[in-house]
């Protein structure tokens, strides 16, 4: 069986409040985009993982697909060992979501193709045990997101009307090193509100906490966010902690549209 989990971008991001579990209260909106990984799930197996395309670093045991796996054997002794391969193509550690995407779509595969029984609330219990978008990825529709990320609220978000740009500059930043630079505070409005306004007002609008924490130490990534909007970007942002971005632009007017950087660029 294969199935190609989709990234993420994040509209908006407010850290709100440090928590006592050393994790941060925060507010964002999470929106699904069809760049992929391609996830091969093959039964019966002996509970090998190979990977292709982008490399995953660390060791693999480690992998967020092999993970998931054994997240489940813990609750279902029977569940029999699968071989895995996943083809990489979203950009790693870049602020879309593909790792967590991939233990998503790894929990739903194994609870479908050994019916398993396992409802979406549980799904989203386990995949909050995996990662703090992972949740987002059992929703996989617009959400307005709280808590970690997990508690999701769904919002009615329809940007089909739109083309994306994502620009992938290859700089890796570590999500808690990008938390420790932001100062905790509730927010003027409430991203629940400002995301329910037209697009063209977001600019002025809805904004990433990551941006103003990171932008110091990488100041090249300013300047992406300036030659998306230079090229005709109604909205253009960092996705989550970084260092992918996001430009959304008229539809179908993106196809001539020259991001000179040197940098990954995703045309969607
Ligand atoms: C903050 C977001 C916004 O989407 O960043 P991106 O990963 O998208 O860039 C995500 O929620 C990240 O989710 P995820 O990448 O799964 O983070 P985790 O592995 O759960 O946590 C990595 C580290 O980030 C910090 N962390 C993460 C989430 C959160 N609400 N508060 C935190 O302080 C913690 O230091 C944690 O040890
Ligand atoms: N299947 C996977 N794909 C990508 N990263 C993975 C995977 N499994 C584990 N990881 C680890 O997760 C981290 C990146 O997760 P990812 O979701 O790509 O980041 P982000 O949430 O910033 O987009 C890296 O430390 C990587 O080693």
New binding site residues.
Partial sequence: MIVFPNC?I?LG?HVVSK?PD?????E?V?YPLPLTDALEVISPGSLSFTTSGIAVPGNSADNLCLKAWRLLKQDFADLPEVDIHLHKHIPIG????G??SDAAFMLQTLNNRFQLGISKEQLITYAAAL????PFFIENKAVYAT???EIMTPVNLDLSSWSFVLVYPGIHIN??W??SRITPKVPVLSLRDSIAQPVEQWREIISND?EAAVFPAHPELAEIKDTLYAAGAVYAAM????SAFVGIFPKNSIAGIDINTGYKVFML
């Fill in positions: 993420k994040n991001l928590r050393g994790f941060h209260e925060l964002t999470f870049a602020g879309l979501g790792g967590s990662g703090s978008d992972c808590g970690r990320g999500t808690g990008a938390f990551f996705s989550g902690s970084g």
